[in-house]
Every structure is written in structure tokens, then in C-alpha cells.
């Protein structure tokens, strides 16, 4: 007599489902996790504001504002001194614009972090949002 392996109602739900894979990979990501946590918590020091290679170059050519402080902490407008005051109500008239020209922002390496960061302020406050902090490339 031939043996039928067939079930006979094939319509049926399982009635037990089996967890040990899950449970395997639910391991397997635990113990990832536990090694690349503490790797990913490790600050490296670095000199900025250096740059090692080239940014690529955009495809089109696009407006750009030209914004500097240099070492005793005075902002340029292009080639033109500013006061700060004055800088707001300059960012103000490239914020009406419909399309307004990317921000590029140049520093003294040796300038306060505070310098930059008041400037970057007066930037946010005008809703630009194009900004490009310049580098030296080594």
C-alpha cells in the first residue's frame, strides 16, 4: 500500500508558528549594534578650515554673494566694508527675491567661532538658506 504524504484539509491555518529565526536575527542586530555603538561615539580632531580636495563644480553657472570676516572680526559685503546692522538689511533685500544667489561665506581661520556663528544667525533670520562656508584647499 502506497504512503499519502498530502495534508487532507489544505485550507487549515497553521496552528503553530515558528520563531526561531526571528529570535536568531533579533540576536544577530543586538550583538551589531552592541560593537558599532561605542565606534560611533569617538570624536577625531580636526583643523578646519582646510579642505584635502576640490569641491565638484555645479553644471550651471549660479549667483553667488560673497560674504567675509576677516581676522579683526569685520564684515565685507563683496569688496565693501559693513557693519553688521547694514549686512541684516542687505540679507533682507536678497531674501525677496524670488530666486535668491547662494551665500558664500569666507573666515579668517583664526576668527572666533562666535564671529562666524553671528553672521550664519543673521543669514538664518532672513530665511536664505544657500549657504557656503569657503575653505582652503591644501
Known sequence: ???NFHRKNRLSALSELNVTPLIDLAFSLLIIFMISAPLLEQTIPLELPSESQNAPKSAE??????VSIDRSGQVFWGEEEISIDLLDDFLQSLALHADPPIIHLRADASLPYQHVVTVLDKIKQNQLSKISLDTQVE
Do not use: L
Request: a negative charge; glycine letters at 0%.
Open 61 to 66: 553657472e549660479e549667483q553667488y554673494q560673497v
Open 1 to 3: 500500500m502506497a504512503r
